[in-house]
């Protein structure tokens, strides 16, 4: 019985994974194609600045997870 409990839980739990990852990436695909080029036309920033920022997010958001999301 244990058994079943332990593959419904695997299966939440890849599922959880997923919706995140489909998530991560709707926004990526906003950032990349809508906010980044807006950022350059308007701020005039160097393209080093931006990548390096993104970067830091990114290892933010890396840090921030907890049991339920395998880090």
Do not use: C, H, N, Q
């Amino acid at each position: 019985m244990f058994d079943f409990y332990d593959a419904l839980f695997l299966l939440v739990e890849t599922r959880a994974l997923i919706t995140r990852a489909l998530i991560s990436f709707v926004v990526f695909l906003v950032v990349y194609k809508f906010l980044l080029p807006l950022m350059f036309r308007l701020w005039r920033l160097d393209t080093v600045l931006a990548i390096s920022i993104l970067f830091l997010l990114l290892m933010l958001s890396l840090k921030v997870g907890g049991p339920s999301t395998g880090w």
